[in-house]
């Protein structure tokens, strides 16, 4: 494919940072964003250079409207308009139920993980759709296989996060298809990253192994794979498509 400019939302590790590394080997230009481990991402963009590609690291907080239109602004300026993006950034919290909640973590987890992906779809579509003179585009979003389970007992909260992200992807695909843009995601299941650490659960990928229906969790280059095929011309025809990718699960 010719060149193009990716943003990847919450790229510096786990599916975020396999995903831009597999889309650089595709052509793509890469936007690494990260919020705080600038090592990490700069680990990423070194990556990618040293294999030939282009990629630049971006710091933003998504939980931040002002930082979200800044980190649009600033790939702007040193890799082009974005023609693709990954909704890729996301939290857990801490296992409880929903009696257990607080208002706190509630608004955190809907900030991050749902409005923070709206408005960078927003940004997006600003610069790719036909309507506004883009040469149209691709957003593929993130989920989990948490929308469909619930995550009772554990993350009700989370998988509710998710399962808005579904619909999100669904809505979003009819309203610009006319407008040269594609959406679509991916819904992992229990896959082998960092995330389960920040949730309190480090060993939880090890420990649900045995339960999986293909007696083995994911990995990260498993999802990141779906991800750059939706990306891809491959995948011309593909949108408002929900692929899991959840070993049966």
């Known amino acids: ?48 250079r040293e294999a030939g ?19 649009f602004q600033h790939i702007d300026a040193k890799l082009g308009p974005v023609e693709g993006l990954v909704n890729n950034a996301g939290i857990v919290d801490f296992s409880q139920r929903l009696d257990q909640f607080s208002a706190e973590r509630l608004e955190r987890m809907m900030r991050i993980n749902v409005i923070a992906s709206f408005l960078c779809a927003k940004e997006a ?24 389970l619930g995550s009772p007992n554990q993350y009700v909260d989370y998988a509710a996060s998710k399962g808005a992200i579904d619909v999100m992807t669904i809505g979003l695909a009819k309203e610009v298809a006319s407008e040269g843009i594609r959406v679509n995601a991916v819904r ?24 999986m229906p293909m007696g083995r969790v994911g990995t990260s280059l498993e999802v990141a794979n779906a991800i750059v095929w939706l990306l891809s011309p491959s995948a011309t025809y593909c949108s408002g498509s929900i692929l899991d990718i959840a070993g049966a699960r």
């Open 1 to 48: 494919m010719s060149s193009k400019t990716l943003l990847i939302t919450g790229a510096s590790r786990g599916i975020g940072a396999q995903t831009a590394l597999l889309a650089a080997q595709a052509g793509w230009r890469v936007a690494v964003n990260f919020h705080t481990n600038s090592l990490a991402a700069d680990a990423v963009v070194r990556q990618i």
């Open 53 to 71: 590609g282009s990629a630049i690291s971006v710091q933003a907080d998504i939980g931040l409207e002002s930082d979200i239109k800044k980190m």
């Open 125 to 148: 579509v600003l610069r790719m759709s036909t309507r506004h003179g883009g040469q149209g585009g691709v957003i593929v979003n993130v989920g989990s296989a948490a929308s469909r």
């Open 188 to 211: 992992p299941g229990v896959i082998d990253t960092e995330i389960h650490a920040s949730g309190g659960l480090p060993n939880r990928a090890r420990d649900m192994s045995p339960n």
